[in-house]
T-cell receptor, first 113, second 114 residues
Framework: DAGVTQSPTHLIKTRGQHVTLRCSPI?????VSWYQQVLGQGPQFIFQ???????GRGNFPDRFSARQFPNYSSELNVNALLLGDSALYLC????????????FGEGSRLTVL | AQSVSQHNHHVILSEAASLELGCNYS??????LFWYVQYPGQHLQLLLK??????LVKGIKGFEAEFIKSKFSFNLRKPSVQWSDTAEYFC????????????FGTGTRLKVLA
């Protein structure tokens, strides 16, 4: 069975640009959440979506947005990139909104120059 | 606000040594507790979880953790580590109401010497 897949795996952007990261959950999972992991830190919660609705938002600026599609895949968008947005962005899926266990993808490593 | 503290950032052990990684959380309500592990070059994966019931939970690869409610702690233990346990370990808390978001600790890098 395919796990959580994320694309792209690596990308380089410059300040002020926009980026879109994509995530496909495990088949049958209806919840997708996004995390930012900066080097030396644990993953920081950005968003959770369940059944295409936003169920939670972390302490990130409005430059960060996300959505979930009818097939439960998800996109994370970041506008007006800053150097500090350089990080590993992790997507995780779970079968329900609060069923606990998260299944993580490999992540998308974003470098902002 | 919720927070998770992992006291040890780097741990180096020899094979067969015992392991205990500390985790304390701050939250006034009911939580679910987790330990995730990230082996070199791999993605984060669940090691073990506590939802309710017996506060001593067992996970994969011989790991266990004990939930002590009065201490807001969920320490991870293994009696005898192996070289293959070299990884980064993250403690995480999920509130059982509200946004259900996970809060992760900063992680502990474990290196086991053969």
């Amino acid at each position: 069975d395919a796990g959580v897949t994320q694309s792209p795996t690596h990308l380089i952007k410059t300040r002020g640009q926009h980026v879109t990261l994509r995530c496909s959950p495990i088949s049958g999972h209806k919840s997708v959440s996004w995390y930012q992991q900066v080097l030396g830190q644990g993953p920081q919660f950005i968003f959770q979506y369940y059944e295409k609705e936003e169920r939670g938002r972390g302490n990130f600026p409005d430059r960060f947005s996300a959505r979930q599609f009818p097939n439960y895949s998800s996109e994370l968008n970041v506008n007006a990139l800053l150097l500090g947005d350089s990080a590993l962005y992790l997507c995780a899926s779970s079968s329900g909104a609060n069923t606990g266990e998260l299944f993580f993808g490999e992540g998308s490593r974003l470098t902002v120059l | 606000a919720q927070s998770v503290s992992q006291h040890n950032h780097h741990v180096i052990l020899s094979e067969a040594a015992s392991l205990e990684l500390g985790c304390n959380y701050s939250y006034g309500g009911t939580v679910n507790l987790f330990w995730y592990v990230q082996y070199p070059g791999q993605h984060l994966q669940l090691l073990l979880k506590y939802f309710s019931g017996d506060p001593l939970v067992k996970g994969i690869k011989g790991f266990e953790a004990e939930f002590i409610k009065s201490k807001f702690s969920f320490n991870l233990r293994k009696p005898s580590v192996q070289w293959s346990d070299t990884a980064e370990y993250f403690c995480a808390v999920m509130a059982t109401s509200g946004t259900y978001k996970y809060i992760f600790g900063t992680g502990t890098r474990l290196k086991v010497l053969a």
